[in-house]
Nanobody
Framework: QVQLVESGGGLVQPGGSLRLSCAAS??????????MAWYRQAPGKQRELVAT???????NLADSVKGRFTISRDNAKNTVYLQMNSLKPEDTAVYYC??????????????WGQGTQVTVSS
């Protein structure tokens, strides 16, 4: 099993920046070969995918955050980051780190962090 711990959320004014971090408690050789993702969930809305990064650092971003957010990873630190710039009030949400690992039966199992609150408000 892997434990994910997010940090870096907070209150920021529109146009500001935040960097979220997600540290994974597992052997680095396992972390480095697996994809990681960031999701977010705003009040009253479904959880949505924000960004993904593969083991080879191929990135994918939701259209709503392209040009503003960047996802990256540091395999030496077992950590994935979400750099958020030009934040808007609609970015307000709880942000979750996610990864998947195969079970003994080969089925992919989701692992989630506890979430970190991001509030964009003046």
């Amino acid at each position: 099993q892997v434990q994910l711990v997010e940090s870096g959320g907070g209150l920021v004014q529109p146009g500001g920046s935040l960097r979220l971090s997600c540290a994974a408690s597992e052997d680095g050789s396992i972390f480095s070969i697996n994809a990681m993702a960031w999701y977010r969930q705003a009040p009253g809305k479904q959880r949505e995918l924000v960004a993904t990064i593969t083991s080879r650092s191929i990135r994918n971003l939701a259209d709503s955050v392209k040009g503003r957010f960047t996802i990256s990873r540091d395999n030496a630190k077992n950590t994935v980051y979400l750099q958020m710039n030009s934040l808007k009030p609609e970015d307000t949400a709880v942000y979750y780190c996610n990864t998947q690992r195969p079970t003994a039966w080969g089925v992919l199992e989701d692992y989630w962090g506890q979430g970190t609150q991001v509030t964009v408000s003046s």
